[in-house]
């Protein structure tokens, strides 16, 4: 019987051995990653979760994609023939699924960025850390947040505000555009305070936030404001414009002297996903707006541009920005001619951006940053806030800085201008310097181009932009909130007309 | 054989340590306790086991009762024993009813009845056994016999249509187990899959477990039957049992068949010049110029995109066992090897499943202890298709070629659309050939069961069992492009590979006495699990080497580009108390009970702990007098009722913790990339457990020595607490998946009924069983008031089934425009301004005036209202026939295929009797064809309109399908005897999928859907395969 004895006295040991009363079985920490109660205790932290609000920059729906559709191919400037039919009716004021790809990522991407900076706003004022370090990204955080918040309210109008951490159980509420504007104000003035006049490259400075804050006052008519604005941005002589135009849009001469604030984007990373290692930095939109055989072409550039972008330098020449902003035969793309790409002679493309000065190709992961605000265009919103406040005469020597760029040459304005004259005037030179640089959105509203059936008819000629025929006032201003929003918040009432 | 005695003490704790594998609660019946009673001297005894028709029956076994002293039949069915004058012969084969004879003088003839519909089997109930008949809950157990017929990789498929509350869809595609729900979705977002049970080893996956090698598979569905599994058994367990070898002189069988294989069916698309026609029909009520393919198809290519991706697959299935047992007077053993291979090539190009399988199961009894083993080892190597194939087959335009040499510069040779033939869709073939999806999964799944009976009431079981998986992804694609929609990313290989391990331990005290009337067997146990996963994986990128299917170069030291890498690991555990009760008085009363508490570390602290339980009351009427008396033909009656509840926590690691994400990042200088970290998802706070309760009231049925069987079964179930992810306001900043919130409330109800027939006497023997299931699914609560969960096409609310179709409704075809301007709704606004006659009409269900998302409605049609399956089998001198036809009916389908293709604004190809609205064609159902983009807003706004996602694409799903047909022939005896070394031998010829009868336009109505929510919607998926396979069944 010792066999038997012996099993079982081997039973009870794998008795033992199978249930080795370990306390803490059920204790498991995830190892992969720290948790949030243990993170946000130190400076490095505080950075971390800065440079990681900074990063929601580069999503899809913020700058590396989705919004240029909406900015720039949305309006009068682009257009676009996509064989992805919803997404070319996405710019053509034709939208039926209002969880549409392009309308939903930037809503959700800019979020994204809210909550990041919603973190930081609540959690690095307890840590210990260096006070002047901890007053500067504090305000970095509120830069940003008013950024996406700017975005959201000139898209979405009536956007969800949303200012502490989320939970799963948050139910924000929804502001008017006033109120998101206020909010908008309120986050700016705060980063224009505590933001350093010079700061790291790539981040934002006291200029980034001044400038921005006098971009959104321009969009309230608060012309004083923001020409109060531009002063101390000019006047800080921190800025100036580069002699080469084209630096302003090449991987070559970044963070220059003329970038108030850019989107950072890299090419090094060329891996998948978002937020994890080796994930990509880079910008998508060259893919996206690239002539055929090289890009998507979803994006295209509308052909009245050549004839505004049309003055001669002084030496005769066409004005050098037409063919930088634009693709138009026989220029060659991306090496080749026209006839090689069996492109017709008509098509016209967007060039700003493309990388076809260093490279024979486009991928997602171009290296070329987003000039968010050039000073460029702080000096042509100077003069038109100095006009709208009867300045004219003022803004003329603005507007011939941009003219006069070395690189570009134009003839200088001599001519006396009425108030309105420069309007006209301003108008074209910004189509001439900033077109495709997502400022036309705001330029048609601040102008009011969208607010009555007379200006919708100009832009809508066969000429201009036939897309306006579907634009519709009171509704097309804004992109319909998301589908998942509206169910998931009992909050959220869908814009006017959708 | 005294050898054989001193090896199991260094085996016991060889296998508890180095091989955790463990042990089953099976067929304990089997082994009963034992009694080491020392054998009066024992004489020779000869004998004669024939079956019904009396032919002598092979492979019987024969034990002297109470001892371990056994053989088996030979091939004639003829035994000798040495057992002492007055003992009983126990006489037992798997499909017969055991018999006991006593020892008389004289050669013994027995003739062994087969077991009608296994009445008197025993049943797995958790950690007890129970005879059938004494059985109050909801089981089922599937006739494996015939499911085996079915040539397919898995046991999953093989099973639809033979049992009821059990839902099963498969797909073509090779290497994908199939979806099984077990009486509805339970759960929202907790999982809805069952718990698979095999020999003891708790298990999600038993794709790689080879069907031959299954026994007995049983169907838990009611609490009472599976609460015992508490946090597991929520979605219902599926308890299989694997062979093994029988005591007597070793036997090897071989099983063998191949064949052909081809999707059931296709889409009939327009070929280039039908195409063409409907564009510019579209083209030119949109006033635009044709493109170029659109004016010219001659000009252009004529491509069957379909049969360009299609083939004819082939499938071999080869299996070899060799099994066995010994038996002497103080212990017994057991033993089967049994190896399988599984090949299938996919009838989608580039697609392909093999499988390698191993099994080992063995047992020893030797006097008051007893163990078992049983572990598999699989090999399976599968190529994936990629892409959606049978979706862009059918976007992909006629004018576009396979093949474009001159395409460039990205020169990987595919057509994939111009201008002139304008598409978003991907070259099929292209995607199955330029990337390279594969897996290699080593998976082991073992368990041992040991167990030492202290008295013959009292037992001590220690059951360990483990699963181990090794994996090997690779992902390697060549650069080159195949959309004028993908991004030409650099060619890049990605290599995941990892280890999941699982690890179970219980520990039962078992009593199981029998006291005067009253039959008690209680336990009581503690159980640990413990599973691990551990992932690492890379990615490198530009490889030189871009030949379309290129494999050499393909290893992440070649790649010339950025790399990266990834890996994490999980882990989780679980420990649990629990005890199980089973009672009769006079086998006429019947009584359960279980109880479990359950740990997770899935959950936080507070949480951790959750109570399952149930109870189940029997009554078999057929015992008491009166009924004997007043109704002899009536050989079984018995009522039950059990009610009880258990939980799910099927929700993924950690997820009550919120994380830092460490890789938010971003290059300030333009170039180096620095490093951020913040919170980027949102926690489930607070989560615990999801509960279920059951309710279950069945009457099951013999007449006529159960020739003729019936049951029924009704059932309520309610989850509560349901873990859900509640749709989030994307303004929370929470992207993808949400959190977990236990907020849900669901309810399943559903009928079963399953009856059948069997006669097996005489010459000619043949059976029916049919059986049909009802369920009927509602949402109780969501998160909030008001809260529902969009997905799609569908959208999940309170009152509605879990992924209800949320559609706008589809209200015909303007014929006229005085339709169309009379279509007003009360306040006098016309609805579609835009419309022209041809342009489909909507109903503004909220009377607003417009057409828009706010007027869509539900529609309750994603579930099939019922299922059903019928199957017959017959048998007459050798020949043997069987058929299955099994169905569904009472559900609607979102056909995405056809709503892609009916859309005439954005490119795809057309059904080929597609026929748009003309004037000449006034059609009621189609709207005109009309290009997007067209030339005033009214045509845009229209063909917008027209090419909505609405119930115009909700088709009836219903069906009913030829899914088996098997004949067979066994070569008589008498023939084979004559061949040396062969004992049995049968061909047979096996159709799958042969008829299908359905109003469904696509070509398979029963289809996978991998989204939870979407279940109702095809999304092209891969049609089911239609297979011819020939076979053979040797016994040596």
Do not use: E, G, H, M
């Given at each position: 019987m010792h066999f038997y004895k012996r099993t079982a006295a081997a039973l009870l040991g794998a008795l033992a051995l199978t249930t080795g009363c370990q306390k803490d079985l059920l204790d498991k920490v995830n190892p992969n990653s720290p948790t949030v109660g243990t993170f946000w205790q130190t400076q490095t932290d505080a950075a971390a979760g800065v440079t990681a609000a900074y990063s929601a920059l580069q999503f899809p729906g913020t700058y590396a994609r989705w919004l240029h559709f909406a900015n720039d191919i949305r309006s009068d400037e682009g257009y676009s023939l996509s064989p992805w039919t919803d997404l070319a009716n996405f710019t053509r004021f034709v939208q039926f699924d209002y969880d549409l790809e392009p309308t939903r990522v930037i809503w959700e991407d800019h979020y994204r960025g809210v909550f990041r900076c919603n973190q930081i706003l609540a959690y690095v004022p307890a840590i210990q850390m260096d006070a002047a370090m901890q007053k500067t990204l504090l305000a970095e955080a509120h830069f940003l947040r008013g950024m996406y918040y700017f975005n959201l309210v000139t898209h979405f109008g009536n956007v969800a505000m949303i200012l502490e951490p989320s939970t799963v159980t948050s139910s924000p509420m929804q502001a008017t555009v006033e109120e998101g504007m206020a909010q908008v104000v309120s986050d700016l003035q705060a980063a224009v305070a505590d933001l350093p006049v010079a700061n790291d490259v790539g981040h934002a400075t006291k200029g980034s936030a001044e400038a921005l804050l006098g971009r959104v006052y321009m969009q309230q008519h608060k012309w004083a404001e923001a020409s109060a604005l531009f002063t101390t941005v000019i006047n800080s002589g921190k800025y100036a414009l580069v002699a080469n135009y084209l630096d302003n849009f090449t991987i070559a001469n970044e963070n220059n002297s003329e970038s108030v604030f850019e989107v950072q984007f890299s090419s090094v990373n060329q891996g998948g996903g978002q937020d994890v290692a080796g994930a990509s930095e880079g910008f998508e939109r060259a893919q996206f707006f690239g002539p055929p055989g090289i890009g998507w072409t979803d994006g295209r550039a509308r052909p009245w541009l050549l004839t505004e972008i049309s003055e001669k330098t002084v030496s005769g020449a066409d004005d050098p920005r037409r063919d930088i902003t634009v693709f138009h035969y026989p220029m060659l793309l991306f090496g080749q001619t026209y006839e090689q790409r069996n492109v017709p002679t008509t098509d016209t493309f967007w060039h700003k951006y493309e990388d076809d000065r260093t490279q024979n190709f486009e991928n997602y992961f171009s290296g070329i940053n987003f000039r968010v605000i050039r000073y460029a265009d702080v000096l042509l919103m100077q003069a038109e806030a100095l006009n709208e406040l009867g300045q004219t005469a003022a803004a003329v020597p603005l507007i011939n800085q941009v003219r006069q760029r070395p690189s570009v040459n134009l003839t200088p304005l001599t001519a006396t201008f009425s108030q309105a004259q420069m309007r006209t005037q301003i108008m074209h030179e910004r189509v001439c310097e900033l077109a495709g640089e997502g400022t036309r959105w705001l330029d048609l509203n601040r102008w009011g181009l969208l607010k009555s059936q007379g200006t919708l008819d100009v832009l809508k000629a066969p000429s201009h932009d036939p897309d306006f025929i579907n634009f519709v006032i009171g509704k097309s201003e804004y992109l319909p909130i998301t589908r998942t929003d509206l169910t998931a918040d009992r909050n959220l009432k869908q814009n006017p007309g959708y | 054989m005294k050898k054989l005695l001193l090896s199991p003490r260094y085996l016991l704790p060889a296998l508890v340590c180095c091989l955790p594998s463990v042990g089953v609660a099976h067929s304990l019946a089997a082994y009963r306790p034992l009694v080491t009673n020392r054998a009066p001297v024992a004489d020779p005894v000869t004998g004669r086991v024939t079956d019904e028709k009396g032919e002598g029956l092979p492979g019987v076994t024969v034990l002297v009762k109470g001892t371990q002293n056994g053989t088996s039949t030979n091939a004639n069915g003829e035994f000798t024993l040495d057992a002492p004058a007055g003992a009983t012969l126990v006489l037992s084969s798997v499909g017969y009813t055991t018999q006991e004879v006593a020892v008389t003088s004289g050669p013994l003839t027995v003739r062994l009845v087969q077991d009608n519909q296994q009445l008197n089997e025993v049943v797995v109930l958790g950690y007890v056994t129970q005879d059938r008949q004494n059985l109050s809950s909801a089981v089922s157990s599937v006739n494996v016999t015939e499911a085996q017929k079915a040539p397919v990789g898995t046991i999953g498929e093989a099973i639809q249509g033979r049992t009821t509350g059990v839902l099963i869809n498969n797909s073509g595609n090779p290497g994908q187990a199939p979806n099984i729900v077990i009486r509805g979705l339970g759960s929202i977002n907790g999982g809805s899959s069952p718990l698979y049970v095999v020999d003891g080893l708790w298990t999600d996956?038993?794709?790689?477990?080879?069907?031959?090698?299954?026994d007995q598979l049983t169907v838990l569905k009611d609490a009472s039957s599976t609460s015992i599994y508490g946090s597991r058994g929520a979605n219902g367990v599926i308890i299989i049992t694997t062979k093994r070898g029988k005591v007597g002189k070793p036997t090897i069988g071989v099983t063998a068949y191949a064949g052909v294989q081809n999707t059931v069916s296709r889409w009939k698309l327009t070929n280039a010049a039908q195409w063409a026609a409907i564009e510019r029909q579209a083209y030119t009520n949109a006033g635009l110029p044709f493109p170029g393919s659109v004016a010219n198809p001659e000009n252009y290519a004529d491509t069957d995109w379909q049969s360009e991706i299609l083939r004819t697959g082939t499938v071999q299935d080869y299996n070899v066992n060799l099994g066995g047992g010994s038996t002497g007077e103080k212990y017994s053993t057991n033993f089967l090897v049994s190896g399988g291979v599984f090949s299938q090539k996919g009838a989608l190009i580039g697609t392909d499943f093999n499988r390698y399988t191993l099994r080992l199961n063995s047992g020893l009894t030797a006097g008051r202890f007893k163990i078992n083993e049983s572990v598999q080892l699989a090999h399976a190597f599968t190529t994936l298709a990629n892409g959606q194939p049978f979706q862009d087959a059918i976007r992909l335009l006629p004018t576009i070629p396979v093949y474009n040499p001159s395409e460039s510069p990205y020169t990987a040779g595919y057509g994939y659309g111009s201008p002139a033939a304008n598409t978003f869709g991907t070259n099929p073939v292209g995607s199955q050939t330029i990337e390279t999806r594969t897996q290699y999964n080593n998976r082991i799944q073992g368990s041992v069961n040991a167990e030492y009976s202290f008295f013959d009431f009292l037992s001590y079981r220690l059951n360990l069992g483990v699963e181990s998986l090794d994996y090997v992804d690779r992902d390697a694609r060549r650069f080159g492009r195949i959309s004028q929609n993908a991004p030409t990313d650099p060619s890049f290989l990605t290599e995941s590979r990892g280890d999941n391990t699982f690890l179970l331990a219980e520990n039962i005290l078992n009593f199981n006495k029998r006291i005067g009337e009253h039959g008690v067997n209680v336990l009581v146990g503690y159980s640990e699990q413990r599973g691990k996963n551990t992932n690492t994986g890379a990615t490198a990128r530009s490889f030189v080497n871009n030949a379309p299917g290129a494999q050499d170069g393909y290893v992440l030291d070649a790649g010339t580009g950025t790399t990266s890498v990834f890996g994490n690991v999980q882990e989780y555990s679980k420990r649990s108390y629990f005890t199980q009760l089973v009672y009769d008085y006079k086998n006429k009363y019947l009584v359960t009970g279980s109880f479990r508490r359950d740990g997770s570390s899935r959950f936080a602290p507070e949480n951790r702990y959750g109570n399952f339980g149930a109870g189940s009351l029997g009554w078999r009427i057929s015992e008491e007098d009166f009924l004997k008396n007043s109704a002899p033909f009536i050989s079984n009656l018995k009522a039950r009722v059990s009610y009880g509840v258990n939980g799910n926590d099927n929700i993924g690691n950690y997820s009550y913790q919120g994380v830092i994400n460490q890789n938010v990042n971003y290059p300030f200088n333009g170039q180096d990339v620095n490093n951020g970290q913040i919170q980027t998802s949102l926690a489930s706070n607070g989560i615990k457990w999801e509960s279920r309760y059951t309710t279950n009231y069945g009457l099951d049925l013999g007449l006529l020595d159960n020739r003729v069987t019936f049951s029924v079964d009704y059932y309520t179930s309610t989850t509560k607490d349901a873990l859900i992810f509640?749709?989030?306001?994307?303004a929370l900043g929470n992207p993808g998946q949400p959190p977990y919130q236990n907020i849900g409330q669901l309810q399943n109800r559903g009928f079963e009924f399953q009856a059948g027939y069997q006669q097996n006497k005489g010459a000619f023997t043949y059976g029916v069983s049919a059986n049909l299931s009802t369920v009927k699914n509602n949402v109780l609560q969501l998160a909030q008031e008001g809260q529902v969960i969009g997905s799609g096409a569908t959208q999940t609310a309170v009152g509605h089934p879990v992924g209800a179709f949320f559609l706008i409704p589809f209200d015909g075809v303007f014929q006229t425009q005085d339709e169309v301007n009379s279509y007003k709704n009360a306040a006098g606004k016309v609805i579609e301004p835009f419309a022209q006659p041809g342009d489909a009409r909507y109903r503004d269900t909220n009377g607003d005036g417009q057409i828009n998302d706010d007027d869509r409605v539900y529609y309750?049609?994603?579930?099939?209202?019922l299922q059903f399956g019928l199957s017959a089998n017959a048998a007459y001198r050798g020949v043997d026939l069987s058929f299955l036809i099994q169905g569904a009916s009472g559900n609607q389908v979102f056909n995405v295929a056809r709503s892609t293709m009916d859309r005439t604004d954005d490119p795809s190809n057309f059904r080929a009797d597609f026929a748009p609205w003309t004037p000449d064609n006034r059609s009621t159902t189609t709207p005109r064809a009309l290009q997007a983009g067209g030339a005033t807003s009214d045509l845009q706004a229209a063909a917008g309109s027209n090419s909505r996602g609405s119930s115009r694409f909700l088709e009836d799903g219903s069906y009913g399908r030829l899914k088996n047909v098997t004949v067979g022939y066994t070569v008589p005896k008498q023939i084979i005897s004559n061949l040396r070394g062969f004992s049995s031998l049968r061909v047979y010829l096996t159709g799958q999928n042969l008829i299908t009868a359905t109003k469904y336009s696509g070509p398979d109505p029963e289809f996978v859907n991998g989204n939870f929510f979407q279940r109702g919607v095809d999304f092209s998926a891969f049609p089911n395969l239609r297979t011819y396979t020939g076979g053979i069944q040797l016994g040596f």
């Open positions: - | 996956n038993i794709r790689d477990i080879n069907p031959t090698d299954i509640p749709t989030l306001a994307a309750d049609t994603n579930i099939p209202k």
